[in-house]
């Protein structure tokens, strides 16, 4: 078996997000809801716009992170997060995510063609993660 | 010779710009710091891209690298200069590469972030595509994704063979390069060469069976755009880098020239002033030995 804790890292473009060591992680893939321990198989796996949440113990204390779309890269004994943007929960702008979740309603509501709906109900999902995490308040 | 009162207001007006390019040149000196710290942490998140790709990518067929593959037709380049001049020949340096080494100018297709790049291939008659807002100085990686939307739907949709970014590359300080970079279409072997040493860099990556969730071509057809991301993310903070490098050293070169001419017209006044001075001294000698005599 291997050891009690895996290494997580978190990327954006912008920063390295998260460095640091947890026991557990759990998060949306494409996929459905994932749980990851320490000495998981190889696996990497899409993740769509959802709240991130990472369990360590020895703080015993949940993080919760809003991210937005990107991939997870797991190896036994490390976790990597490649994402667009991810958020902590005191980072996020309510009023504009509220803003950009009335923005893609309405253009979901006037039906254009194929990809802006798509891009709409992206634009949807990370307005409602964002607010989702805002008002997280541990399991 | 001009008068002691010319040479006077001159030193003045070279003093006032020579005030305003230094405060240029400390500006960005600010700047190049600021954007500095960011070009090393985007670092590690390509990197990590880009080894995800490779390990796909060694258990992929070729097809899934590319969409249609177009023998003949146009070339887009995508273009990255500023809105600002006063940057010595940041932004004539990547137009002119560009224009030397594309092949037809009725084949190619321009877009163009930063207004300086639009102006230039506008005046020279080529076909333009879209236009970018230039970012800020701190790129954000927002900004990026129209970027990296318009470049992929354009090669998806095949009205392009292949498309290329000319941006300026940052060595250090003194020194930026201009560069022409292949985008699309992507190459096999550009991922291959790269894995030894990547795999040397982290040791602790032996050879492992990677799984892929839903699979290995659903993830790779949502890396691509993200490698793209990352790319050109990298392009813009580096110009932006290369630009801020590139208007601190023409400042600083155009604060020294003033010293010089302020110091070489401080002489100029002096001398007229002692020019003056003896020249009263001798009317008045003169003066006195007229009435003297």
């Known amino acids: ?139 | 010779m001009a008068t002691t009162r010319e040479i006077q207001l001159r030193i003045r007006s070279i003093k006032g710009t020579q005030q305003i390019t230094r405060a240029m040149k400390l500006v960005s000196t600010a700047k190049l710091q600021k954007i500095r710290a960011i070009a090393q942490s985007n670092t590690p998140y390509f990197q990590a891209v880009y080894q995800t790709m490779c390990s796909i990518l060694a258990l992929t067929g070729d097809d899934v690298l590319n969409g249609p593959m177009l023998q003949s037709g146009k070339s887009a380049y995508l273009v990255i200069t500023s809105d600002r001049g006063l940057a010595g020949g940041y932004n004539a340096n990547v137009c002119k590469l560009l224009e030397r080494s594309m092949g037809s100018k009725e084949d190619a297709l321009i877009l163009t972030v930063g207004r300086r790049g639009r102006e230039y291939f506008s005046r020279r008659g080529f076909t333009l595509g879209q236009h970018f807002e230039t970012p800020a100085e701190v790129p954000e990686y927002s900004g990026v994704r129209q970027i990296q939307d318009a470049v992929m739907d354009l090669y998806r949709s095949g009205t392009v063979k292949e498309i290329y970014v000319a941006y300026t590359s940052f060595q250090n300080t003194l020194s930026q390069t201009a560069t022409l970079m292949k985008l699309f279409p992507l190459q096999r072997e550009d991922f291959m060469g790269g894995e030894d040493e990547q795999e040397s860099k982290h040791g602790t990556m032996p050879h492992v069976l990677m799984n892929f969730e839903p699979g290995p071509e659903a993830v790779l057809a949502n890396i691509i755009p993200r490698y793209m991301g990352g790319i050109l993310y990298g392009v813009l903070v580096e110009s932006s880098a290369s630009e801020q490098g590139a208007r601190m050293t023409a400042m600083d070169s155009a604060t020294e020239n003033a010293q010089d001419i302020c110091d070489k017209l401080t002489l100029q006044y002096n001398r007229a002033r002692q020019g003056h001075i003896t020249q009263e001294i001798t009317e008045i000698v003169n003066g006195a030995s007229a009435l003297e005599g």
Do not use: C
């Open chain 1, 1 to 139: 078996m291997a050891d009690k804790q895996f290494r997580l890292r978190i990327l954006t473009p912008e920063r390295v997000f998260y460095e640091g060591m947890a026991d557990m992680v759990i998060f949306q893939g494409v996929e459905g809801e994932l749980g990851v321990l320490p000495g998981h198989i190889p696996l990497t796996t899409l993740i769509s716009s959802s709240s991130f949440h990472i369990l360590t113990e020895d703080k015993n204390k949940t993080a919760v992170v809003a991210v937005h779309e990107g991939f997870v890269e797991i190896l036994p004994d490390q976790v990597t997060l490649l994402t667009e943007a991810a958020e902590w929960p005191e980072e996020i702008d309510v009023e504009r995510a509220e803003r950009a979740k009335e923005r893609a309603q309405k253009r979901l509501d006037n039906s254009g063609d194929g990809l802006d709906i798509k891009r709409a109900q992206l634009a949807m999902q990370r307005a409602l993660t964002r607010l989702h995490v805002h008002t997280y308040k541990g399991v």
